[in-house]
C-alpha cells in the first residue's frame, strides 16, 4: 500500500523559511517522479517543484530561487526547502508521486498518489 506522509508545515513571517518533509512507503523514490503542489483557497492545484527518479529537478516560476525539492532514497522521504517566504505562498502543500517513472518533469507530472497535506500560512 502506498502512503505519503506530510511534514514541516506552520505558520511564519514573509522573508522566512520551512522545510516541508513527506515520507514514502509501499515503494521507493528511486523509480518514481516525486513533486510538491499547493492550493490556495479559492485557486487551483498548482505544482511548484519536481524531482526525477535521477535527481533532475524543476520548479514554477513563482518559486524558482526561493525553493529547492530534494530526496533522501535511503529514507524514502522528499523534502521541500522554502525560504524568502511570500504571503502569497499561503496554501496547503501536498506530496505528490507518479509511480512507476522515470525521468519526467514537473509541468508533465501525472501523480498516481497524493498526500493528506500540509498547511503553510505566511503572514505577518
Known amino acids: 500500500q502506498v502512503t505519503l506522509v506530510e511534514s514541516g508545515g506552520g505558520s511564519v513571517q514573509p522573508g522566512g523559511s520551512l522545510r516541508l518533509s513527506c515520507a514514502a512507503s509501499g515503494f521507493t523514490l528511486s523509480n518514481a517522479f516525486m513533486g510538491w503542489f499547493r492550493q490556495a483557497p479559492g485557486k487551483e492545484r498548482e505544482g511548484v517543484a519536481g524531482i526525477s527518479n535521477t535527481g533532475g529537478t524543476s520548479y514554477a516560476a513563482s518559486v524558482k530561487g526561493r525553493f529547492t525539492i530534494s530526496k533522501d532514497n535511503a529514507k524514502n522521504t522528499l523534502y521541500l526547502q522554502m525560504d524568502s517566504l511570500k504571503l502569497e505562498d499561503t496554501a496547503m502543500y501536498y506530496c505528490?508521486?507518479?509511480?512507476?517513472?522515470?525521468?519526467?518533469?514537473?509541468?508533465?507530472?501525472?501523480?498516481?498518489?497524493w498526500g493528506q497535506g500540509t498547511q503553510v500560512t505566511v503572514s505577518s
Open positions: 505528490a508521486a507518479d509511480y512507476p517513472t522515470w525521468g519526467g518533469v514537473l509541468a508533465t507530472m501525472t501523480p498516481d498518489y
